[in-house]
Nanobody
Framework: QVQLVESGGGLVQPGGSLRLSCAAS????????MGWYRQSPGGERELVAQIADDDSTVYVDAVKGRFTIAREYANNAVHLQMNNLMSEDTAVYYC?????????????????WGQGVRVTVSS
């Protein structure tokens, strides 16, 4: 069993910053990709940023230059530093990880999701 636990959401004014964190625990043997997705009210869940185990990154255009994703390998964690936040960034943010959850890899990799953290950008 694998759990992803997120933290760091909250209310912030436009132009402010927040740092989201997500840590994986349980039957975690290898993590290939960790990422953050978001879903705004009435919208679909979309990729925000992801980072692979070679530290290559992908960002959605809307956050390039403002958000930075980084992995903390020792703790099976990923962080999302969000700067210059705008009202359009308001959403529930979800952590996702592509994890090998068996010691011999026989069952392959599976996607796991966190429970979501709410980010509200408002004055």
């Amino acid at each position: 069993q694998v759990q992803l636990v997120e933290s760091g959401g909250g209310l912030v004014q436009p132009g402010g910053s927040l740092r989201l964190s997500c840590a994986a625990s349980g039957s975690v043997f290898v993590i290939r990709v960790m990422g953050w997705y978001r879903q705004s009210p009435g919208g679909e869940r979309e990729l925000v940023a992801q980072i692979a185990d070679d530290d290559s990154t992908v960002y959605v255009d809307a956050v390039k230059g403002r958000f930075t994703i980084a992995r903390e390998y020792a703790n099976n964690a990923v962080h999302l530093q969000m700067n210059n936040l705008m009202s359009e960034d308001t959403a529930v943010y979800y952590c996702k990880a592509d994890i090998m959850d068996s010691p011999d890899g026989a069952s392959g990799y599976h996607d796991y999701w966190g429970q979501g953290v709410r980010v509200t950008v408002s004055s």
